[in-house]
């Protein structure tokens, strides 16, 4: 089975309901717009994947999380002579290390999800699947410190939450984007200015007439002698 083609004519779901319902082992390749990612499958199950977003290996995962010191992940990282001769980094923290495989996997599981879910912003750009067991298309490649899984993701499930979480995520930038353009409207649209109200004299009053005051003439008693 070979699967080529666009992502624009084949969506990311309808690829891994496709390797998931054929339970074929193998590589899918993803290039969109500079950006490169793939996926492991095992019988149809997701085991691993990459993408040039999550520059991240196991070992900063570990730190991140406080599973691990980093004196811990100096000792267990495998030197680069031999980097592909050892066993991976997740198989020798548990071995000697101590830690538990079953929250190594948790962790790793989570990765796996997350890069997979990013892929479905991906809505252009190109595909390839090719046949194979994961670890022999990986070996020029398989770092150590990355990571990969025993027990693969459901693709079903995958695909799924995959198109739940795009289309939310898709719903939430709209509804952004409408909230944008309304304040944008109310923005442009003319204020009017209020003026402030005159202040209105009073009617002015006619003057009052004055009063007159009448005198009577002073008698001669009323005067003084000199």
């Known amino acids: ?116 879910y990013s892929f479905f912003g991906w809505g252009e750009g190109s595909f390839v699947f090719e046949l194979g067991e994961p670890e022999a298309l990986a070996a020029t490649t398989l770092d150590p410190l990355q990571f990969m899984l025993d027990v693969g993701l459901n693709p079903h499930w995958l695909a799924l939450e995959g198109t739940r979480l795009h289309e939310e995520q898709r719903r939430q930038s709209a509804a952004l984007i409408d909230a944008d353009r309304q304040l944008v409207t109310v923005s442009a649209q003319p204020t009017t200015t209020l003026s402030a109200p005159v202040a209105r004299k009073p009617p002015m009053r006619p003057p009052t007439p004055p009063r007159w005051r009448r005198h009577s003439p002073r008698s001669p008693e009323g005067r003084g002698e000199r």
């Open 1 to 116: 089975m070979s699967l080529v083609g666009k992502l624009e004519d084949l969506g990311l779901a309808e690829i891994l309901q496709i390797v998931s319902l054929s339970h074929k082992s193998g590589m899918l390749k993803l290039n969109s717009c500079g950006r490169t990612g793939t996926i492991f499958f095992r019988d149809g199950q997701v085991t691993r994947a990459t993408s040039s977003a999550f520059p991240e290996h196991l070992g900063d995962l570990l730190l991140r999380s406080g599973m691990i010191e980093p004196d811990t992940l100096r000792q267990a990282t495998p030197h680069p002579a031999d980097a592909f001769l050892r066993p991976a980094l997740g198989q020798i923290l548990a071995a000697e290390f101590g830690v538990e495989r079953t929250a190594i996997d948790a962790l790793v599981r989570a990765q796996i999800e997350q890069i997979v």
